[in-house]
């Protein structure tokens, strides 16, 4: 065998020896370039998280309502709300009266009330921190609106947007906007401005937790 067979042999051999060398390489240098762009991306993605400061995952618990026909209402403190608030004494459940269903946000960040559903009709909140629930029938709270009760006797929310702090417990008002028949369970549903939906049932004629 001459020499430059041998020569041509120990060529393509030291080749093949070089190659997997060569793809390993350029695997790791890919996979390097690769988890860069990764880091990057979930960098920007988590500072844009933090910059809105919106997180999504929203949880609210329905605890119980007070939809007696009686004239003054038990809000989520225990405690009777302002006289005359509630509706009036006959035993019917009727327009222009309102019921309360107490809340809490169990969210780590505050939730914004959006639109209530109840008992087949649309409720819009209204801020009535300057006026206080007032009288059944009253101007304070419109028909088909609802206001948030904090405290009691008759303590607002004073938030245009309706915002409910992370933890804390309220009671929302609604003032009917239709007679409601005593005994029949009528559905409680509340969207937050993420679009979130929390359900409920609502027995009319009683009061729960």
Known sequence: ???????????????????????????????????????????????????????????????????????????????????????????????????????????????????????GYIYQYIDASSTGLGAFGSANIPIGNYTVLTKTPDTLLAQGAGEIAPGQTATIVLDLESDLKIGRGSQFKLTTSNGNVFVGTVSVGQQSG
């Open 1 to 119: 065998m001459n020499t430059t067979t041998l020569k041509n042999k120990e060529r393509k051999s030291n080749h093949r020896a070089v190659a997997p060398v060569i793809a390993t390489l350029l695997m790791v240098a890919i996979a390097v370039v690769g988890g860069t762009i990764i880091f990057v991306f979930a960098q920007g993605f988590f500072s844009s998280s933090q910059i809105s400061g919106t997180p999504q995952i929203e949880s609210v618990q329905i605890l119980g309502y007070d939809a007696r026909a009686v004239a003054e209402m038990q809000a989520h403190d225990g405690n009777l709300m302002l006289a005359d608030s509630g509706g009036d004494t006959d035993p019917n459940k009727e327009v222009d009266e309102r019921v309360a269903v107490y809340i809490t946000n169990n969210s780590v960040q505050k939730i914004v009330l959006g639109e209530i559903s109840f008992a």
